[in-house]
């Protein structure tokens, strides 16, 4: 399936690693939503209380699993959405998105601040749209 991902910053290469692409074009290939998430366990408990590095972890890890089992790969994401409590941690957010996303696969990407969450101690929600194959 056709996908081209287009650099921030208009050249080839950006100066420095980024997390997101300034756009992606998609050419064909289903579509799979992937609802916000937020860093629960098993039983609904929050991971990671207090720490947004675990909690961001922990949501991507719940997206790979979603997108996973509708038979997808991490690097089909196009496109993520992502709520956080505090805008002043959108460095550490970063941080851990370049764990996930390699600098050929990179999501166009919106970060939002809002005031509270479904879970009380949620500092970070992240929804994505992923295009696999077929």
Sequence with gaps: MPVKR????????P???VALASSVLVEGGK???VSGHLAQD??????????VKAQTRQVLDHIRAAIERAGGRFQNIVKVTVFVK?????????EVRLEYFDQEHLPA???VEVSRFV????LIE???VAVLEG
């Design 6 to 13: 287009f650099p921030v910053g208009g050249g080839d290469r």
């Design 15 to 17: 100066a420095a690693p």
């Design 31 to 33: 579509l799979l939503f």
């Design 42 to 51: 098993d039983q609904r408990r929050i991971v990671g209380k207090g720490d």
């Design 86 to 94: 505090d805008m002043a941690q959108a460095k550490d957010i970063y």
């Design 109 to 111: 990407s919106s970060m």
């Design 119 to 122: 879970h009380p101690d949620a």
């Design 126 to 128: 992240i929804e994505a």
